[in-house]
């Protein structure tokens, strides 16, 4: 029903920025709430940022306020992360997902499409 193709990680150094973008297949994206989550080598994989389907309600998660901004553009069926201030924690490989239920959701089982993942390695 849905296809979701991250890109735009990479290497950075710390203290410098990563937009990533999520294109989304189907014409029924703005329908969707989108997630940003991540998954560090050997970790459980955590939420990141949501933002609702029509971008009047965003979650982040702690450890990313302040230097993380989720949006998304429907007419062009993508959402961004962009990623300023980045720490070597930040490393991982960074998911895209889309949602179809009533509420926003910082929960990985909300999620019902899932991107590759596309990896952002942050060096010191």
């Known amino acids: 029903q849905v296809q979701l193709v991250e890109s735009g990680g990479g290497l950075v150094q710390a203290g410098g920025s990563l937009r990533l973008s999520c294109a989304a297949s189907g014409r029924t994206f703005s329908s969707y709430h989108m997630g940003w989550f991540r998954q560090a080598p050997g970790k459980e994989r955590e939420f990141v940022a949501a933002i609702s389907w029509n971008g009047g309600n965003i979650y982040y998660a702690d450890s990313v306020k302040g230097r993380f901004t989720i949006a998304r553009d429907n007419a062009k069926n993508t959402v961004y992360l962009q990623m300023n201030s980045l720490k070597p924690e930040d490393t991982a490989v960074y998911y895209c997902?889309?949602?179809?239920?009533?509420?926003?959701?910082?929960?990985?089982?909300?999620?019902?499409?899932w991107g590759q993942g596309t990896q952002v390695t942050v060096s010191s």
């Open positions: 997902a889309a949602s179809n239920r009533v509420g926003l959701s910082r929960r990985l089982y909300a999620y019902n499409y």
